[in-house]
């Protein structure tokens, strides 16, 4: 790849004919077929920003400009050009992150990969310019259609909108898609502000042969003018964004290098806030994406490069699925029940049940704080809302589960998708936080399946709520092996007692392991370890881990140590919340409470993650035998450490 391999830096761009940009386009385009195609990634929306890419980089002067990216999992062709050509361990352990990252690059600024945040971000930078005198700089935020469905990007532009000498370019990168086709009345207003290409490109024509005849030319040309407007607005009102008072310039073809280069200069001289409006293809230049009906190569695992077919096949059912058919049995069942996605109907498992009820599907777009309140609305309208999202981006509406939901004691079922740690997307990706930040929410019952049975059973009890919000959440990628109970107390399931009976039940021992969700498995291992110590212990799994379960207590009281697991933050997680509840029981038992670190996660695999911050059965061992060596010594002289019985 000549051109290609000459780029070190946006400055090598500049000085390119439009010829080279071409050759240069299709080299990218290669190359991210290429290395993607190995490493999975978002391969079909950087395919749809090549050129837009090259135009931005060379109209502004980055980093002294800052160009901003929504989201961020457009950017690879941005990471290319600003001299990053290693793609070979994306989003791996040592390897390129996925999302732009202020340690690999002083081009990236914001790392966040929830969406509808740049025209925010954007805004603050112009002000700080501004305040600080900083005349000489511009900031360019690249938005995608779907994240334009997010609420914060119309506060942003609120404010943006207000100050008309402050300077703010805004792209919108409209390729007509979030990962299906982006919903609502903005993506309809997009629409029709794309029926004007015609115009602009008649528009454009006409300047060309008028403009030759200034005398005739120019009057005639703004009667062209007026008619363009005026039919503009009769075809295609461009109120919103005029009304708002931004400047608009567009459609522009963003496949057009040379017309995204013209746009983003006239934007960029305007002075004030302006938005261009950049038709694209997601997927563009490859027809496997192009051609996919699903989400158009939104994310890939490995594929076939000449194909597009995956290389690896799932190896069995994944949680998504299992919830995914449930929730078609459930939908036969019960017509109270309705599905809500936050533009992710795939990704989260709802589309067979769209499929078969598709006017109880809504498709509230990135717009999860929305979704929440909107199911609460639902609730109160007498039906049973089921919000599936990944569990990272429920984040971003806890006001609206605890205010909007809770306190009016709304039966809304959240299904979080993507708990635990996820790996490759990087720091603000893992669903790490949900069962922390859910604990402190009144009334809420949080539930954590340990596999498919699990996810089907808890599912249906949470939707046997309807006085309360619930939430069932579960890890990414494949389920585990069914994971069976050998008895119950209380709520409980008891998966493993490697003492001998005790007081009936096999209650008693040296150590109480709470194994929550998918940590059962971890939980079993711990508890075979530790009997090869000569030590004793149960393994329970909560099953409904908020509240906590009545009898966890009594049952800790009748062991040495209790030992906590859970895939989630552990601050203020089940470990601190089951501590409280002995602490309230007067129950005065060491706990140990084992989760994920209060850190953001870099990106690598889940697997890597676990092991280095030891949220594993071999590590986790160890301590607990430590633990107990320590309690026993700590056992008076002539007294033997023995369980409490
Ligand atoms: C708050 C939030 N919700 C959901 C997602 C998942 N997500 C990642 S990209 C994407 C679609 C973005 O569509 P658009 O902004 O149009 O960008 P495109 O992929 O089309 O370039 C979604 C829903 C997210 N990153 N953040
Ligand atoms: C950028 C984004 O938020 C999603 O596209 C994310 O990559 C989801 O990844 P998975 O669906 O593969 O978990
Ligand atoms: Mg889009």
Not at 182 to 211: C, I, M, P, Q, S
Not at 511 to 529: D, F, P, Q, W, Y
Request: with cysteine.
């Amino acid at each position: 790849m000549g051109l290609l391999e000459s780029i070190r830096g946006p400055r090598d761009l500049k000085a390119l004919s439009p010829e080279q940009l071409t050759v240069l386009a299709g080299e990218i385009r290669e190359f991210l077929v290429d290395s993607v195609s190995r490493t999975g990634g978002h391969l079909g929306p950087n395919l749809g920003v090549v050129e837009l890419t090259l135009a931005l980089h060379r109209v502004f002067d980055s980093p002294h400009d800052k160009i901003l990216w929504d989201t961020g999992h457009q950017s690879y062709v941005h990471k290319i050009v600003t001299g990053r050509h290693d793609f070979a361990k994306l989003r791996q352990e040592g390897g390129l992150s996925g999302y732009p990252s202020q340690a690999e690059s002083e081009h990236d600024v914001i790392e966040n990969s929830h969406a509808s945040t740049v025209l925010s971000y954007a805004d603050g930078f112009a002000k700080a310019f501004q305040v600080r005198g900083l005349d000489d700089r511009h900031v360019v935020a690249v938005i995608g259609d779907g994240a334009l469905t997010g609420g914060m990007a119309w506060e942003a532009l609120n404010n943006i909108a207000a100050a008309k000498d402050r300077p703010v370019v805004i792209v919108v990168n409209d390729n007509e898609r979030s990962y299906a086709p982006t919903v609502g009345g903005l993506a309809n207003h997009l629409a029709t502000l794309r029926t004007t290409r015609g115009y602009e490109r008649f528009l454009d024509w006409g300047k060309g042969v008028l403009g030759r005849t200034p005398v005739v030319g120019q009057p005639v040309y703004d009667i062209l003018h007026g008619a363009k407007k005026g039919l503009k607005d009769f075809v295609a009102p461009q109120g919103l964004f005029e009304d708002l008072g931004l400047k608009y310039i567009g459609p522009v073809d963003g496949h057009d290098a040379e017309q995204m280069e013209q746009a983003l200069r006239k934007a960029k001289g305007f002075g004030g806030p302006v938005i261009v409006h950049a038709l694209t293809q997601k997927g563009r230049g490859y027809d496997p994406a192009r051609n996919d009906e699903a989400d158009q190569f939104h994310a890939v695992n490995p594929i076939h490069p000449e194909t597009g077919l995956p290389i690896a096949k799932a190896s069995g059912a994944s949680w998504t699925s299992v919830f995914a058919d449930e929730m078609v049995k459930v939908g036969a069942e019960r017509d109270d029940v309705v599905g809500i996605t936050a533009a992710m109907l795939i990704p989260v498992g709802l589309h067979k049940f769209a499929a078969a009820y598709p006017d109880r599907t809504f498709d509230v777009g990135i717009a999860e704080q929305h979704a929440v309140t909107s199911a609460a609305g639902l609730a109160l309208g007498g039906l049973h809302p089921v919000f599936a999202v990944y569990a990272t981006f429920l984040n971003r509406a806890f006001d609206q589960v605890l205010m909007d939901c809770a306190l009016h004691k709304c039966g809304v079922t959240f299904v979080l998708d993507r708990a635990g740690v996820t790996g490759f997307d990087g720091p603000s990706h893992n669903g790490m936080w949900d069962m922390s930040i859910l604990q402190v929410v009144p009334g809420l019952r949080l539930a954590a399946p340990r596999d498919a049975a699990q996810v089907r059973a808890q599912l249906r009890e949470a939707l046997d709520v309807d006085d309360a919000p619930t939430v069932v959440r579960f890890a990414k990628g494949t389920v585990g092996p069914e994971v069976p109970a050998v008895g119950r107390i209380g709520g409980m399931d008891v998966l493993r007692r490697t003492g001998p009976e005790r007081n009936g039940g096999g209650e008693g021992g040296d150590v109480l392991i709470v194994s929550v969700g998918t940590m059962a498995e971890a939980g079993i291992e711990i508890a075979e370890r530790l009997a090869d110590q000569g030590i004793v212990s149960t393994v329970v799994d909560p099953r409904w881990v908020k509240p906590v379960d009545p009898e966890l207590p009594k049952l800790a009281a009748r062991h040495r140590l209790v030992v906590t697991l859970e895939d989630n933050s552990r601050i203020g997680g089940v470990g601190s919340a089951i501590a409280q509840a002995m602490r309230d029981a007067g129950v005065d038992v060491p706990l140990r409470d084992f989760g994920i670190p209060p850190e953001f996660l870099d990106h690598a695999t889940p697997g890597s993650i676990l092991s280095r911050i030891g949220l594993n059965a071999q590590d986790i061992s160890l301590q607990v035998v430590g633990e107990v060596a320590r309690l026993a010594a700590d056992t008076p002289p002539g007294e033997t450490a023995k369980p409490v019985s």
